[in-house]
């Protein structure tokens, strides 16, 4: 996408799973059964609107996973239409034991796909929308202190250890486009997409955390979050990668840090949470507790 125009905060999770809701009142009322009564025919909508929203973006985050080279609209549009396919067994079913008013055959299942796969990809489609179309919402517009901006000034003056790495990375990666400069230009090319744009106009050092939330991705940055339509394991990949940062960042299999901006652990049990730059909390697992108490430890070593 090209351009950004704010819009405001919004939730992945409660817009998608709100509007999966709001489909099951309009289809309750417009699709009457004569076999259930109302709040019986509610809650079977209610049913398959949200185990259709659920296939929906566990197919487009398993097609993410691919490195299709594929728009993000034809993305959605392929992981629709395969999410129908599989979910329409399961609508058949639900149709055929509470409903009561049909047979599970195979021409029964074509036409329950052949009826429900146009509206729903429609749909999924348009409900993504506003971010192929390239607006972008804003979650807040943080301010930064001077103290937070001094924090992080003396975290990467005395993380000598990350600094050599960074060096040593940046002087790998001059070394290969000498030796290999068609490679080099072909990975250019093809980091050309929405998230490269946005970090290249961000600043890949200003970047503070990501969060993965469904199958969007939130990017925290000094002054502010926006949400776009992305995976975590490709963003995190491209960050360490190809913009150098420190690797390892990944604190929780939703959030991955900037190692720059971190200024507390606070941990509770065999979990805890990092305050960075811009007064975020960032969550930290089990798994990536001790990963995390080291950096720490890196800090307070003498020079």
């Known amino acids: 996408m090209n351009g950004q125009f704010p819009l405001g905060h919004i939730n992945p999770f409660k817009y998608f799973f709100g509007l999966a809701c ?14 259930t009564n109302v709040v019986l025919h509610f809650l079977q909508w209610l049913l398959q609107t949200n185990l259709a929203m659920g296939f929906l ?8 996973r691919f490195k299709l080279p594929l728009k993000g609209w034809k993305k959605i549009i392929l ?27 195979m021409r029964e299942l074509l036409t329950e796909w052949g009826n429900m796969a146009p509206p729903v990809i429609i749909c999924w489609l348009a409900i993504n929308m506003p971010w192929l179309l390239g607006f972008n919402f804003n979650y807040a517009n943080k301010k930064v202190t001077q103290q937070d901006i ?7 003056d005395s993380d000598d250890l990350v600094s050599q790495q960074k060096l040593s990375q940046k002087t790998e990666q001059q070394q290969t486009k000498k030796i290999n400069p068609e490679l080099n230009l072909q990975q250019s090319i093809k980091l050309e997409d929405e998230f490269t744009q946005l970090v290249d106009k961000i600043g ?17 940055s000094l002054n502010e979050e926006q949400l776009i339509l992305y995976t975590l394991k490709n963003a995190v990949a491209i960050l360490e ?25 606070q941990q ?30 890196e800090q307070l070593k003498p020079c």
């Open 22 to 35: 709001l489909f099951a009142v309009l289809f309750t009322f417009m699709i009457k059964s004569e076999h």
């Open 57 to 64: 973006i566990v197919m487009h985050l398993l097609l993410s």
């Open 79 to 105: 992981s629709g239409l395969l999410a129908t396919i599989i979910f329409s067994p399961i609508s058949l079913l639900i149709d055929v034991y509470i409903e009561n008013d049909t047979v599970f055959t």
């Open 150 to 156: 001094q924090a992080t000034e003396v975290l990467i």
């Open 204 to 220: 890949a050092e200003n970047i503070v955390f990501l969060k993965s939330e469904l199958h969007y991705l939130t990017i925290g």
């Open 241 to 265: 990668e190809h913009y150098g940062l420190a690797q390892l960042g990944q604190v929780h299999r939703s959030y991955w840090v900037n190692r720059n901006h971190i200024k507390s652990l």
């Open 268 to 297: 509770s049990g065999r979990e805890g949470s990092i305050a960075v730059t811009g007064d975020y909390q960032v969550m930290v697992s089990r798994t990536h507790l001790k990963k995390v108490k080291s950096w720490f430890e």
